[in-house]
């Protein structure tokens, strides 16, 4: 069966410090991979999605990145931190030629 | 452009009572519906799904939704609340079919379980 992780679950650091966050799913190939961050109080936000290595589609202007250097690897990162940036992170993926998307269990990031 | 409506952020029903949260959609072209949940500090986890043929879709734990073509909406229920359902409940919408087309998500529905 698939599985996806998230590491790590919790993580807190200070403003201007980098960021790095990894999503892994095992038990499938080439699947569509995605990153959401869902602030306080609010809905998903759609931050980057991916069909394949090294294809990278970024939905929303920040100073985020991301990398697909593996088929079921997904990172997370950012050179500078903002306060703006805390938030529970999601890493999502979809099978290939379905729509319905499964998510890990998220990493919560404070930037204090 | 496609869109998603939750009406109500937050629901409460007593135990053993229906519950009721609502979804609309905007799509251009008959879309793929899901419904998820997400328990506190957890991801979210896929209730059901409308694809095609029957609307009234089934999902895990006793809830079903309906699609209805005519009204737009999409709205899911569960005979009996039970306190474990307490949790945010997200409505989202996929307006191309197949090929892992990205979603988008109602801003959720917090629904409160009282004894």
């Known amino acids: 069966s698939q599985t996806i992780h998230q590491w790590p679950a919790t993580l807190v650091q200070p403003v201007g410090s980098p960021l790095s966050l990894e999503c892994t799913v095992e038990g499938t190939s080439n699947p569509n991979l995605y990153w959401y961050r869902q602030a306080a109080g609010r809905g998903l936000q759609l931050l980057f999605y991916?069909?394949?290595?090294?294809?990278i589609s970024s939905e929303v202007p920040q100073n985020l990145s991301a990398s697909r250097p593996q088929d079921r690897q997904f990172i997370l990162s950012s050179k500078k931190l903002l306060l703006s940036d805390s938030g529970f992170y999601l890493c999502?993926?979809?099978?290939?030629?379905?729509?319905?998307?499964?998510f890990g269990p998220g990493t919560r990031l404070t930037v204090t | 452009a496609q869109s998603v409506t939750q009406l109500g952020s937050h629901v409460s029903v007593s135990e053993g009572a229906l519950v009721l949260l609502r979804c609309n959609y905007s799509?251009?072209?008959?879309?793929?519906l899901f419904w998820y949940v997400q328990y506190p500090n957890q991801g979210l986890q896929l209730l059901l799904k409308?694809?095609?043929?029957?609307?009234l879709v089934k999902g895990i734990n006793g809830f079903e939704a309906e699609f209805k073509k005519s009204e737009t909406s999409f709205h899911l229920t569960k005979p009996s609340a039970h306190m474990s359902d307490a949790a945010e409940y997200f409505c989202?919408?996929?307006?191309?079919?197949?090929?892992?087309?990205?979603?988008?998500f109602g801003t959720g529905t917090q629904l409160k379980v009282e004894l």
């Open positions: 799509s251009s072209v008959p879309p793929y």
């Open positions: 999502a993926w979809t099978p290939t030629a379905r729509d319905e998307q499964y």
């Open positions: 989202a919408v996929s307006p191309l079919r197949g090929g892992g087309n990205k979603l988008t």
């Open positions: 991916s069909v394949g290595i090294g294809q």
């Open positions: 409308y694809t095609t043929g029957a609307t």
